[in-house]
């Protein structure tokens, strides 16, 4: 007797998609993975040439496991699509020591006993003239952080996919999925697929996909910024590592150069304003952002020209309480949703996609994604 394998459908090929049909793929499900964009495109959460990897994480002590395994698979999708996507080139976390972020870093360190240094003001500014601190200042640093290629990573995902047979269907906008007796039947571009489970992965769209549409999930615009380095090898990954900047005048992340020219930073200060859908993207920034950019290099980063050389916009889906909805889709039988993932999803998506397959294949994962449960936002009568 031939078993056929499982037919799985993912509707949108974000870094969370892409993730999930390479670990679907590798274990010989039947995939299809619907995108309303390219590969690697600029309009969601998944590009703009960095990312930032970390593995003392101030968002809880909880991800550390995540970020272990996710280290492990990043590693694993270099060897299978021949690609260099991540750098360890080390972490900073600067501010005052009781801003809640700087305090939280130490916290996950100190509890997960991962290795970390503390610098005080003067030894920071020995060792990474770049960043300007202020007296009493300490800069946190985690060895095991690095920095990720977005657009690479998706694309090296997809195309790995479909070495190992999924079919990616770039340019197909997902029109409907009506859940069937056996599966669900998944409409795009005037033709209908039927399958026996569908992972939803929609990322800021994900209030206008019916399924995910009950999931509070908010799309919101991110900004970027780059400035001209003045000495570009010093502002390299082998001197520069990825920073996350606290301070009362300012707030960014900070990534090395990469294209030869600049240093990206995306300004966390001034918030990230909602967007009523991300198909209507602005695509500069507002002149207030730039402004507080410039003036946040300014007071900050003393070896950059303080005028932004490039500005992109980015959308992202984000919680109530930021962490990620990954579960089994509630009110649905074969269906799996994995998103919201609030600003820094991107370090853990090879995970977050192992995940969302051990849920299509076998509905449950050894992973503890208790916290993240879809769940947790129904009123508790329905939680019951
Ligand atoms: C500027 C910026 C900086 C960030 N920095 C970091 C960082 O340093 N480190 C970190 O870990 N994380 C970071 N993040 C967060 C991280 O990048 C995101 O959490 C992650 O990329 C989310 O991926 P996604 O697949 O959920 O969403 P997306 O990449 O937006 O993918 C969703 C996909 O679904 C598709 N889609 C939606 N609806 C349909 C439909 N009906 N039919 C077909 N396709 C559909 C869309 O076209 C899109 O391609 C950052 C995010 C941004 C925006």
Known sequence: MTVSAPRVAIVGTGVIGAMTAWQLATRGADVLAFDAYGRGHDRGASAGESRIFRTVYKEGVSYVPLLRRSHRLWRALEADCGRSLLRLCGGLTIGAPDEPDVSAVRRCAEEAGLPHEVLDAAAAAERYPQHRLDPGEIAVRDPDAGVLRPEPSVQGALDAAERHGARVLSYHRVEECAETAAGWRITAEGQTHEVDHLVLTPGPWSPHLAPTSGIPVRARLITACWFAARDVPAHQPDRLPIAIRRHPDAGFSCFPVLDGVAVKIVPHHLGWPELED???????????????????????????????????????????????????????????????????????????????????LNGGTEHDITPLDPRRFAPAAARR
């Open 278 to 360: 991300p198909a209507a993207l602005p695509r500069s920034a507002a002149p207030d952002l730039a402004r507080a950019a410039s003036a946040a290099v300014r007071r900050l980063l003393p070896g950059l020209a303080p005028d932004p050389v490039r500005i992109s916009t980015y959308a992202e889906g984000f919680t109530p309480d930021e962490h990620p909805v990954v579960g089994p889709l509630p009110g649905a039988a074969n269906a799996t949703v994995a998103t919201g993932f609030s600003g820094h999803g991107f370090k853990l998506a090879p995970v977050f996609g192992q995940i969302a397959a051990d849920l299509a």
